[in-house]
């Protein structure tokens, strides 16, 4: 890709941008010229063709959009000359014939994390305090500040530190020299040494649900929770619940249940209305997980095969470069893990609108087949029943450079599924069993959607980004990857891979496809954090599907 323009299908009828294009230039590509007639930005697009009104526009061999007003040839793709379109999908009509890719190399090729007696095995070792209802929320803080600082879990209070130097020369009345006080991170006091070396932290998921919400709500929140608690990333959890809200006691058992029958994690359970004192469950709550931290201090790396690896796909602040490196990039990683037995999630519904049709294809089943052609049509109609659609996903940053229809991001948004078949389909919040690519209905909101894949079983995630996130997740390891260099270069504290070099002609994707999956066995053993776990960032949204009442 080392040239200023490229054609993704020969059936597409525009090109793409790799650098700034002047209007008057003459193009050459294939034996045919194009002479621009307006200037067209890098990650942009312009005609290949004269497009009457309705014509169809093509990428990725599929239909993205639909011209609203004629387009010449060599004219620049807006939101005012297309709109979003894309092809309808039906029933499983073909079957693959996948062709793995050779990963022979990587036969025998071992991970060091936690082995649960479920048979899963963690990349991290956590232990979960959360609530079951918001109104604990308060609580949770207080438990979190008490034992994160005490036991020398707590960041260096970097920021903390830069307030309390200015406090101290206002009080002096050195207030002139404020405006020149340099603040840096070095300002910071060294964070104590944590008194369980072999746990990796206690994390605290305060949230705002669990009652005022529609019981399909409180009933999926505590189904993420129950996947949270099953997740081979923690070592037990601590429950705080009020009592009387939706969100039951005995519906998040009943939950754990559905996902290990056989559960033997520490599930610590605290009712507040039950107890009586706050101060007396909160007592006994420190009391009960401080002996649960010590057993799960017992716990130690072993060997484990790349197959017990469950890696989550996602994209977030996407650009247009998106679909053609770091997205295609992380999909050969998955087809990599595919071929040794290991699962992936490809989620974000509704940015998989206009490759239903090939994805349905790529299920094993008809079953899975139907159930993905459900779930997509029931989420399309709850969109459009609160005013809303498929086609208002793109933000505007993703306009501005370059995604103009949700049909166009959403092709190159399902690059990141790679080529193999899809073994299961799973509503949200579902956990993955079995090997091979697993589709989730989530939505494309990063926190939402990262926060469902590990509720589903992903002890890794790997998050593309063209405009930059320090989007985490409290348990699971978020790797983020740069669709360009330049991005990776300006917000280098929060990606940990550039697939830039793949724009540039220096790379290929499947080369970096085997790059990411190196950098994921690393991140796996613990032998290297990313830099969203650097940062402390650990996002925690559970999806709502339903109305607040």
Not at 56 to 83: C, D, F, H, P, S
Not at 231 to 242: E, R
Request: glycine residues 10%.
């Amino acid at each position: 890709m080392g040239h200023r323009i490229l054609q993704l299908d020969p059936r597409d009828n525009v090109l793409i941008a790799l650098q700034p294009l002047k209007s008057g230039e003459v193009i050459s590509f294939a034996g045919n010229s194009y002479t621009l007639i307006t200037d067209v930005p890098p990650k942009h697009k312009f005609a290949m063709q004269d497009f009457a009104v309705s014509d169809a526009i093509l990428m990725y061999g599929v239909v993205v959009g639909k011209a609203l007003e004629a387009i010449r040839k060599g004219q620049l793709l807006t939101t005012r000359n297309i709109r979003h379109d894309a092809s309808s999908f039906h029933e499983k009509s073909e079957e693959l014939n996948w062709t793995p890719p050779d990963a022979s190399h990587l036969l025998g090729k071992t991970f060091r994390g936690y082995r649960r007696s479920d048979g899963q095995v963690g990349t991290r070792n956590y232990w979960l305090v959360v609530p079951l209802v918001f109104c604990e929320n308060r609580n949770i803080g207080v438990l979190k500040q008490a034992f994160e600082e005490e036991l020398g879990f707590a960041a260096p209070q970097i920021y903390r530190r830069q307030v309390a130097e200015l406090a101290r020369l206002y009080k002096e009345g050195k207030s002139s020299e404020i405006h020149q006080l340099k603040l840096t991170a070095e300002s910071a006091a060294p964070a104590k040494s944590r008194l369980f070396e072999n746990v990796d932290g206690i994390r605290f998921l305060m949230h705002e649900g669990g009652c005022g919400g529609t019981r399909e709500d409180a009933n999926n929140l505590c189904g993420l929770i129950a996947g949270y608690i099953h997740h081979p990333n923690v070592a037990g959890a601590t429950i705080l619940s009020l009592g009387c809200q939706h969100a039951q006691i005995a519906t998040l058992r009943e939950e754990v249940r559905k996902r290990d029958p056989k559960s033997d994690k520490p599930l610590l359970v605290f009712d507040q209305q039950q107890t009586g004192s706050e101060d007396a469950m909160l007592t006994e709550a420190i009391r009960q997980t401080f002996l649960g931290l010590m057993q799960a201090n017992e716990s130690r790396r072993t060997e484990a095969p790349l197959s017990q690896l469950c890696v989550g796909l996602k994209c977030g602040g996407s650009d247009g470069f998106s679909g053609l490196s770091a997205n295609p990039a992380i999909g050969h990683t998955s087809d990599l893990l595919a071929a040794l037995g290991g699962r992936t999630i490809l989620s974000e519904f509704p940015e998989l609108c206009g490759v239903e049709q090939e994805l349905i294809n790529r299920c094993t089943t008809k079953e899975s087949a139907d159930r993905f052609i459900h779930l997509m049509r029931s989420y399309g109609a709850r969109a459009k029943a609160v005013g809303s659609g498929f086609e208002m996903n793109p933000s505007p940053g993703n306009i501005k450079d370059g995604l103009l229809t949700d049909a166009m991001k959403s092709a190159g948004a399902a690059k990141k599924g790679g080529t193999s078949p899809v073994t299961g389909v799973l509503d949200y919040p579902e956990y993955s069993s079995g090997p091979g690519l697993k589709l989730q209905c989530t939505p494309g909101n990063d926190v939402e959607c990262v926060t469902a894949q590990v509720g589903a079983g992903a002890n890794i995630v790997l998050f593309t980004t063209g405009l930059g996130t320090p989007t985490g997740n409290p348990i699971t390891p978020v790797i983020k990857i740069s669709t360009n260099s330049e991005l990776a270069t300006r917000m280098a504290d929060s990606i940990d891979i550039d697939t830039g070099p793949i724009i540039s002609g220096d790379s290929t994707i499947e080369k970096m496809g085997e790059a990411i999956l190196q950098q994921v066995i690393r991140v796996a053993n613990g032998e290297i954090k990313t830099r969203a776990e650097i940062k402390g960032q650990a996002d925690f949204i559970p999806w709502k599907r339903g109305v607040s009442l």
